[in-house]
């Protein structure tokens, strides 16, 4: 299956069977108060069904799929109020910014990837990561395709940075941090199938009925098989699934050191059963 790559001033567009699977954005314009970094957003299935929500209401911050932090050493990368124990959410000047050094893209063999280098810079100005991340769309079939998400997150600065998050700071089930989807509004209430908040497993799936059109879609997240996760997953008040880096646990990185992680996410086109979800993660090995 041949894919198509679409370069823009500010983002990059995949596109296959006529249809843009995903838009990335890697330079936005955006309030400070929302961190302003990349995002993936709108992302389709093959029948042109969008599966990302962007700048809802209740969180403006949160945009489509991205990769972030709420809290690193007290910097809040994810955007809004940052909690602490005991005063819950704050508004605080720690709102950091990924921004896009170098970017590449390419298609070959059926697949299109994109490879950036990002550094992260605290609000004071600050450079305290450096990041290698690459985005491989792939494996297009009638009715579903896949996202290869990887990360590579090095310490530049010369203390020890410790990744954590609400739940780390004492607010209970609000672990959130790392990769982040956030669905359509028309996706609340769906279906989630795999883990519960807060539990670990390889894989979770989410399903969600579109508002307009006579259709529904699942997402399928894998988890990294290699630093298993506890996994942050609403379906109400909103749609979101987050395989969280520091759920219940703060994460340190040393001077100099390298985190790295791998997801991979399937936009499959109807409700995919739990049969079905596992005959398709068996047919296509990670």
Not at 29 to 50: C, I, N, Q, S, W
Not at 139 to 166: H, K, Y
Not at 203 to 218: M, N, P, Q
Request: with cysteine; aromatic share 10%; glycine share 10%.
């Amino acid at each position: 299956m041949t894919l198509e790559l679409l370069e823009h001033e500010d983002a990059l567009t995949v596109r296959a069977h006529g249809a843009d699977l995903l838009r990335y954005v890697h330079r936005p314009v955006m309030d400070p108060f929302e961190a302003p970094k990349p995002y993936l957003h709108p992302v389709r299935t093959l029948a042109g069904d969008v599966v990302t929500g962007y700048r809802p209401h209740d969180h403006r911050w949160h945009k489509g799929i991205q990769f972030t932090a709420s809290w690193v050493s007290g910097q809040n990368f994810w955007g809004g109020g940052t909690y602490l124990r005991g005063r819950g959410y704050v508004d605080l000047p720690n709102l950091g910014t990924m921004r896009s050094l170098a970017l590449s893209a390419e298609t070959d063999h059926g697949r299109a990837l994109i490879t950036e280098d990002l550094a992260w810079h605290t609000m004071a100005g600050e450079h305290w990561i450096d990041e290698r991340r690459t985005l491989t769309a792939c494996d297009v079939e009638a009715d579903s395709w896949t996202l290869d998400v990887t990360v590579a997150l090095t310490n530049v600065r010369a203390t020890a940075l410790t990744f954590g998050s609400p739940g780390t700071q004492g607010r209970e089930l609000a672990g959130y941090s790392g990769l982040f989807w956030r669905g359509p509004r028309a996706f609340t209430g769906g279906e989630v199938i795999g883990p519960g908040m807060g539990e670990q497993g390889d894989w979770l799936a989410f399903v969600g009925t579109h508002d307009e059109v006579d259709r529904s879609s699942t997402l399928l997240f894998q988890d990294d098989p290699d630093a298993p996760c506890r996994w942050f997953v609403r379906s109400e008040p909103i749609p979101a699934v987050n395989p969280s880096l520091a759920f219940d646990e703060e994460l340190p990185l040393a001077p100099g050191d390298t985190l790295s992680r791998r997801y991979r996410i399937v936009v499959a086109d109807g409700a995919w059963t739990f049969g079905r979800l596992t005959r398709h993660i068996a047919d296509h090995p990670w």
